[in-house]
């Protein structure tokens, strides 16, 4: 059974920083789509950004300039690189990863942005 296992989540102060990973275990090919979502209190889950099988990356709006994401070649572990994070980031983060119509969700990882 494919599983995806996220890490890095924790507190921080308003500007501070983070790297949260994303391994899959369990699997014997390569997912060509693997992206992040969060859910922060009280809404719905939303998209953050993803890697796009011919290398390009895509971000939410709100989240450009600060947030990076990447992934190990050839490989189903990608990371999310946060800077200047503000209290509107708080969420659990959620790993996401797709192959045709099989799709496969990470159990999240908190992060706390403080004022």
């Known amino acids: 059974q494919v599983q995806l296992m996220e890490s890095g989540g924790g507190l921080v102060q308003a500007g501070g920083s983070l790297r949260l990973s994303c391994a899959a275990s369990g699997a014997r090919f390569t997912f060509p789509h693997m992206a992040w979502f969060r859910q922060a209190p009280g809404k719905e889950r939303e998209y953050v950004a993803r890697?796009?099988?011919?290398?390009?990356?895509d971000y939410t709006d709100s989240v450009k300039g600060r947030f990076t994401i990447s992934r190990d070649s050839g490989q189903n572990t990608i990371y999310l690189q946060m800077n200047n994070l503000t209290p509107e980031d708080t969420a659990v983060y959620y790993c996401?990863?797709?192959?045709?119509?099989?799709?496969?969700w990470g159990r999240g990882t908190q992060v706390t942005v403080s004022s």
């Open positions: 996401w990863a797709a192959l045709g119509q099989g799709v496969v």
């Open positions: 890697v796009i099988p011919n290398g390009s990356k």
